[in-house]
């Protein structure tokens, strides 16, 4: 995580150093990572069949379903801390919930970012805010906790479906 987060900052340091003409390096940086994601994991939601949703490869990993379900909530409980309002909530998920159920709350969440996204200024990203369970971070915490969630868990979904025979939405043909 240290690394991750080390390498964010130095990513970050350079877009400023290089794009000056940007007025908000971070934020564009997030944006671009979270457009791609977001749009990769709508569409491998889409793409495993609704028979899929319990699968799991061991016992010990999740669902498919879940990985969704909890992408849901994620981006709701994040995205509100990006906005300023505090860990979010949306509309209640279960982890067994059917994929057409699943589906449009998955995308409303994404449209929670985006407009969270789209209010957020480089200059937010020290604010203190409150985190999980009430910890103090500064903003920006939430936004790398966001893109970062979000690359982990599209791996997740692209290898169940390569596991099931299907390719992920991010390979290019």
């Not at 003409?21 to 977001?38: G, K, L, T, Y």
């Not at 990769?40 to 889409?46: G, P, R, S, T």
Request: aromatic share 8%; hydrophobic share 40%.
């Amino acid at each position: 995580m240290k690394i991750a987060m080390a390498g964010f900052a130095l990513a970050a340091t350079w877009a400023c150093a290089l794009g000056q003409s940007a007025p908000n390096p971070v934020v564009a940086s997030a944006m671009e990572i979270f457009q791609r994601q977001s749009s990769y994991i709508v569409a491998a939601a889409e793409r495993m069949p609704a028979d899929k949703y319990g699968y799991h490869p061991t016992p010990d990993q999740w669902t498919y379903g879940k990985i969704v379900s909890h992408v849901i909530q994620a981006n709701f409980g994040v995205c509100g801390m990006l906005s300023g309002d505090g860990p979010g909530q949306g509309p209640a998920v279960t982890d067994t919930a059917p994929k057409d159920q699943l589906i449009p709350i998955l995308k409303q969440s994404f449209d929670t970012c985006q407009t969270a996204l789209n209010g957020l200024q480089d200059s937010s990203l020290g604010a203190t805010i409150t985190y999980f369970r009430g910890a103090q971070k500064p903003r920006a915490r939430a936004l790398f906790e966001l893109t970062d969630d979000l690359e982990d868990h599209y791996s997740q979904m692209a290898s169940y479906l390569r596991m099931n025979g299907m390719l992920p939405p991010s390979v290019k043909k």
